[in-house]
């Protein structure tokens, strides 16, 4: 079956620093890959996605590339703010059956707070 | 423009009582999810829906049922609730051709 490995938090960093926080994945299919944001006491939100090897996925300052050699999507991001922090949720989908619905497997999720 | 929403917001049950979450999105989305989140468990599949009238078992179906009584809304119901049934419920959906999901905010339940 599916499956999504992602570090493992806490991470605390400085504001202004580097962010990685990795993840690797098993399928059997070719998936897309996703990182979903979900700030305190909120949903889950949709950071950014990419659907095929090498596509690189991009938004409010963060990337992560589809690397199917490495089976891996880390999410990167150059200078982290007090507002990035929250939890990070790296998933995989794959379709049911050609119904239109489509199966998300989730990583653990990866807490982050940045401090001034 | 609303997305999914879902209510209500906080429940707190007594075991063996009994209720309903309801959730509703106004994106013309066939398909609608319902997850649970436990800490250090990431997000669970209980069940989905692929279009108004169909529902399928998802990872972690047991004591739980839905209803998709439209295209708009899909009920989840704990008939009787168990505290191993506390946890952070939420609804998503998706339509069509992007595999891509849209969350409500949750609904936190505590079973007593």
């Known amino acids: 079956g599916n499956s999504v490995t992602q570090m493992e938090g806490p991470v605390t960093l400085s504001e202004e620093a580097f962010l990685t926080i990795n993840c690797t994945y098993t399928?059997?299919?070719?998936?897309?890959l996703f990182w979903y944001v979900q700030y305190p006491g909120e949903g889950l939100q949709l950071l950014l996605k990419?659907?095929?090897?090498?596509d690189k996925g991009s938004n409010k300052g963060f990337e992560a590339t589809y690397r199917k050699e490495t089976t891996s999507f880390h999410l990167e991001k150059g200078s982290v703010q007090v507002s990035d922090s929250a939890v990070y949720f790296c998933?995989?989908?794959?379709?049911?059956?050609?119904?239109?619905?489509?199966?998300?497997?989730f990583g653990k999720g990866t807490k982050l707070s940045v401090i001034p | 423009n609303a997305g999914v929403t879902q209510t209500p917001k906080f429940q707190v049950l007594k075991t063996g009582q009994s209720m309903t979450l309801q959730c509703a999105q106004d994106m013309n989305h066939n398909s609608m999810y319902w997850y649970r989140q436990d800490p250090g468990m990431g997000l669970r599949l209980i069940y989905y829906s692929a279009s108004e009238g169909t529902t399928d078992k998802g990872e972690v179906p047991n004591g739980y049922n839905v209803s998709r009584l439209n295209k708009r809304e899909f009920s989840l119901r704990l008939e009787s609730a168990a505290p191993s049934q506390t946890s952070v419920y939420f609804c998503a959906s998706n339509g069509g051709r992007t595999d891509t999901q849209y969350f409500g905010p949750g609904t936190r339940l505590t079973v007593l």
């Open positions: 990419a659907t095929k090897a090498d």
């Open positions: 998933a995989l989908s794959e379709i049911f059956s050609g119904a239109g619905s489509y199966q998300l497997t």
């Open positions: 399928a059997t299919g070719y998936p897309s």
